[in-house]
């Protein structure tokens, strides 16, 4: 099956939900109870540790499971332009004055190689949790997804979150939409954020109030068709995979004592 | 020429009746206003009107979105209830008009076994009546696709399999073929058509395409303003040009042609056609004779 196309969005969801949908590999095949007690782990990982080889390793070895799930590189790598904002725009106020190796200065501003570390390690465990997620949600259907979550969260707050996630594409939906108007008449997102602010402000504003109102349709069609506030997913979760959740389980221990222990790479304190 | 139908004696064959009912927008305005409607089990029923004549909010009513603020809806010659209101799901399903609002779920398997699950069945009943739902629409083809990936037809299909795939008596269809390439519209047509030749459904469609109605409805209700200002037989409705343009609706294509040939000629024949095969017959066996 040729490799379909992202639409454009960052990240595309429909993209996601097609590989989690119709995709088959190693990963697909998981007990997803393991998937996310991994993403737990992997997200306690990143936080404990502290050696930067450790979390570009932790990175790389997110991106080999990524292609093992024969997910899309290519659009994974356009999917870091977010997280990569989200972190550099955090960074560029923490890597001033931090100890070590002055490089330069900009101004009285002096940046070191210990705020390059910490910019390094930030970007890092960014990419890894949004590589590691990715995997999640690509390689897990939705139905699985909505059985854990009901199973995991008390009820409303397992409803919330499963159709927050489906909010999420009809918002990212109507704002594709959005684009697709302004390029068809010849502007551009870059160059209209900068060159009228306000005016797109009001239609970024206008586009989530377009989300809620169709999110309402929605509501309105699925009480149409019985929803009262409990979603019973049609199909249950896979059995429980006892070997995988062990795995899991011997993980979550082995970090632990890693850290007790002050294992290379795990002492002294998260930055 | 102004006619408001109210208060109708009700029919009491209907599964659902709306009662003198009204809906008031928190504007103030009316959606609905003394409305009275029923539908059968095996007939069609077109709700015919312009743009904010109330068909949509009449769909609305029917299923028990909405709670009219005068009035009663009744099913079975049972008043509605507050408590029952929120099961008038089991006995009327809506197709919405626009099928993107309805189909919410990642797959078309999932999204059609939504209703059933509500329904109580297990999931593997509710994926059963799925399968079978999309096989009566004849989209078997849909069943493991993604609604994001799939055209306008394909996910009216997949929202009208939605619907039939909880077995409702009535079904209420909002704009059915609106949006829809003529293909796919006479797709949709025919699978309505071949609903009601099973006479378990009572269907209700809303539609200001008159062709369509014409060729498809036992009944014709006409709205105006939030009111019925007409109800009668298909070809009595699309023959009173008053109403039409009272209705801001035009005639059908075929009753156009009609009065043109007959103006023409100076003739006319009874019964008059309303649908194409109509018009055809009657040229080619009443016409020359």
């Known amino acids: 099956m040729p490799a379909p196309r992202s639409s454009g969005h960052i990240p595309d969801p429909n993209l996601i939900t097609l590989y989690a949908e119709r995709r088959d590999s190693v990963l697909h095949r998981l007990d997803p109870r393991a998937k996310v007690g991994a993403l737990a782990w992997l997200v306690l990982f990143v936080t404990l540790a502290q050696s930067i080889p450790l979390l570009v390793l932790a990175w790389a070895s997110t991106v080999v499971v990524y292609r093992a799930g024969r997910l899309p590189l290519r659009e994974l790598l356009r999917w870091y332009v977010i997280p990569a904002i989200f972190v550099l725009s955090l960074v560029v106020f923490l890597i001033w004055e931090e100890h070590g190796t002055p490089l330069f200065q900009v101004g009285g501003l002096v940046l070191t190689t210990g705020g390059l570390e910490l910019a390094l390690s930030l970007l890092a465990r960014a990419f890894t949790t949004v590589t590691f997620s990715l995997v999640v949600l690509m390689t897990t259907r939705y139905v699985h997804l909505a059985g854990l979550a009901g199973a995991i969260l008390p009820a409303p707050i397992d409803q919330v979150f499963l159709l927050s996630y489906r909010f999420l594409f009809t918002t990212l939906e109507l704002i594709d939409g959005l684009l697709l108007a302004i390029r068809a008449r010849g502007g551009g997102l870059v160059s209209g954020v900068l060159g009228r602010t306000r005016l797109f402000a009001g239609v970024f504003a206008l586009s989530f109030v377009r989300a809620y109102d169709r999110a309402e349709r929605v509501g309105q069609a699925m009480t149409a068709r019985g929803y009262s506030g409990r979603f019973a997913p049609s199909e249950p979760l896979p059995a429980r995979s006892a070997a995988q959740l062990g795995v899991i389980a011997l993980a979550f221990v082995a970090l632990a004592l890693a850290v007790v222990g002050g294992v290379p790479g795990f002492e002294g304190g998260v930055h | 020429m102004t006619r408001t139908i109210c208060c109708a004696p009700e029919d009491p064959a209907s599964v659902v009746h709306i009662d003198c009912a009204s809906h008031v927008y928190p504007d103030g305005s009316y959606g609905m206003h003394a409305m009275c409607f029923s539908v059968r089990r095996g007939e069609v029923v077109a709700v015919c009107g312009g743009n904010g004549s109330g068909k949509s909010t009449l769909i609305e009513h029917l299923n028990g979105t909405l709670v009219p603020a005068e ?207 109509e018009f055809v017959s009657a040229l080619a066996g009443g016409w020359e004779g």
Request: glycine content about 8%; aromatic content about 6%; hydrophobic content about 45%.
């Open chain 2, 71 to 277: 009035g009663r809806v009744q099913v079975h010659g049972e008043t509605v209830d507050d408590v029952h209101r929120r099961e008038l799901w089991r006995t009327v399903g809506v197709v919405f008009q626009d099928a993107d609002s309805q189909l919410f779920a990642p797959t078309v398997l999932e999204d059609v076994a939504f209703g059933p699950t509500n329904l109580g069945l297990v999931p593997d009943e509710a994926r059963v009546a799925a399968v079978e739902a999309l096989e009566a629409v004849g989209a078997s083809a849909l069943t493991h696709k993604i609604p994001a990936y799939m055209s306008g037809g394909e996910k009216r299909l997949a929202a009208i399999a939605g619907v039939l795939a909880m077995k409702p008596e009535v079904i209420a269809f909002d704009e059915p073929t609106s949006d829809l390439d003529p293909v796919n519209a006479a797709r949709v047509e025919a699978l309505i058509i071949g609903l009601r030749g099973q006479e378990r459904y009572g269907i209700v469609l809303t539609t200001h395409d008159m062709d369509f109605a014409a060729r498809i409805a036992d009944r014709v209700t006409v709205l105006r303003h939030g009111s019925v200002i007409a109800e009668g037989p298909p070809r009595e409705m699309f023959y009173d040009a008053d109403l039409l343009a009272d209705a801001g609706l035009l005639e059908p294509r075929v009753v156009r042609l009609w009065r043109e040939l007959c103006r023409r000629t100076g003739r006319d024949l009874e019964p008059r056609p309303i649908t194409e095969i």
